[in-house]
């Protein structure tokens, strides 16, 4: 009896001493950027300490939209939706550029009973270049960064 769907996979085999080549897909898209709604601040706060869980994100867009999301008690999660000038998102994602935010480096090492911080800057536009990097304590240029994010979630989100 022929099966069609054995040959079919068979098929999907590489044949014996066939090189198979991935080469990187390009990042630029040519793609047009007709809606300004990207990420540029991604925050996140986590991790375990003597008082309890920290679960705290934040994403800030290009267009001003702020999002902010507190699971840090699971049986009561809070999150809100603001909307700020988008100069000042343009503001906030230069000001951490300039205290190293594109640079940083992941902390070495890890503490105990203190919250993880992560950070993903982002370039605006539809092909953006970004940066990631997690710190425990507030050394250095992160203590800079992080006293800033931290300005920024009062300012906007008054109740966090």
Known sequence: MFRPVFLLAFSAVPLAGERIVLSPVSVQSGCGNSIVHEPLVV???????????????????????????????????????ERVDPEAVSSLALYLERMGAMINCDAD?????????????????????????????????????ELRLEQFISEVFPEF
């Open 109 to 145: 090492g890890a503490v105990m009973d203190v919250p993880l911080h992560t950070l993903t800057l982002l370039k605006p536009g539809t092909n953006p270049r970004g940066h990631t990097f997690s710190w425990w304590l507030p050394e250095d240029s992160n203590g800079t960064i």
């Open 43 to 81: 925050y996140e706060l986590s991790g375990g300490t003597i008082a309890g869980p920290v679960d705290l994100h934040l994403t800030v867009y290009s267009d001003g939209a702020v999002r902010i999301a507190d699971m840090s008690d699971p049986a009561a999660p809070r999150g809100a939706i």
